[in-house]
């Protein structure tokens, strides 16, 4: 079976389909051109992950794209950490890190864009889903962060630096 992707803007033109016998389901360009494949194995395990915040991470109001900036996140009880952005957006930023810090938990973060490393940025944020374990040796564990407070000029620099990685990786 075929199912044209029409409501989704950044989307629309692609095709899913579903092999029933093979159980994938794959997407393809509007010219037919495969673009990837899933296992409905894969699919089955990420709706039933146990962590209801992992299960809906794809969720968000801004966009990001993969960005490795080094981020210095600090809890409410004042224990600092290093890390690395594993994402980037206007949004929020998930952070990489091999013991995620608690659903909901509130951090003070300090980074700076590649573009400017000398500026750094400060907002405030919480945690809104973690993942607890590596996934297909890809995607590391960490936290999907959620701004709640961040300048103004700072979310207009992050859209910005979102929109123009976005539109050379298409052109690549």
Known sequence: MKFPVTTTERHEGKVLAM?????????????????????WGDIIERVLVRDDD????????????????????????????????????????????????DH?????????????????????AKVVWTRRKPERYVLFPGMGVQFTVIDDQARRELAQLVEALTRSRKAA
């Open 19 to 39: 092999n029933v016998e093979e159980e994938v389901l794959t997407l393809h360009s509007a010219t037919g051109e495969l673009l990837g494949a899933l296992a």
């Open 104 to 124: 909901g938990t509130e951090l003070s973060i300090e980074f700076a864009l590649p573009d400017r490393p000398m500026e750094k940025h400060k907002a405030k």
């Open 54 to 101: 992992a299960r809906f991470s794809s969720v968000r109001s801004h966009p990001r794209v993969p960005l490795a900036v080094k981020v210095r996140y600090m809890t409410p009880e004042g224990k600092q950490f290093d890390s690395v952005t594993g994402s980037i957006g206007a949004g929020g930023l998930f952070i990489e890190s091999s013991a995620p810090l």
